[in-house]
């Protein structure tokens, strides 16, 4: 019975240390993270990426801002954010998902720049696609 009790705490060490690192003040103050301009990416058929796919992901942990400047010359009708837990994004068996809920809250778009926050305190990459026309699958 010690050794289940044993591996029971030593199994949730890793979420208290987690937990730890992070204060939640952190996590929650604009104060604290201050807005990152970020200017790369590229535009093709007037869809803005943050990155590649399989490229350098924006490391995105709890709490930090971005302005990205995504240069389609217009306010971007729509944008889809998306996370990943490794930051090469597909590239190495690698994975991303849709951005849900408070994990990439949109703060502030207009024709030059879109402001993201994590609203959150877990740690992710952050990939960003954004458009001027039509909602269409990015390139």
Not at 49 to 63: I, K, R
Request: aromatic share 8%; charged share 20%.
């Amino acid at each position: 019975m010690r050794a289940r009790a044993a591996i029971v705490v030593l199994a949730c060490a890793p979420i208290a240390l987690g937990c730890d690192r992070v204060p939640a003040a952190v996590c929650d103050s604009d104060e604290g993270n201050p807005v990152i301009r970020y200017t790369e990416g590229t535009v093709v058929n007037d869809v803005y990426m943050s990155s590649p796919w399989d490229g350098e992901l924006l490391y995105f942990p709890g709490g930090m801002r971005y302005a990205l400047e995504h240069k389609l010359g217009d306010t971007p009708r729509w944008i889809e954010a998306y996370l990943s837990f490794s930051r090469g994004g597909t590239k190495d068996g690698g994975a991303l998902a849709q951005a849900a809920g408070n994990q990439a809250v949109i703060v502030g778009v207009d024709a030059t720049a879109i402001t993201v926050k994590n609203d959150s305190c877990a740690e992710y990459w952050l990939l960003v696609t954004a458009g001027v026309g039509d909602r269409g699958a990015p390139p």
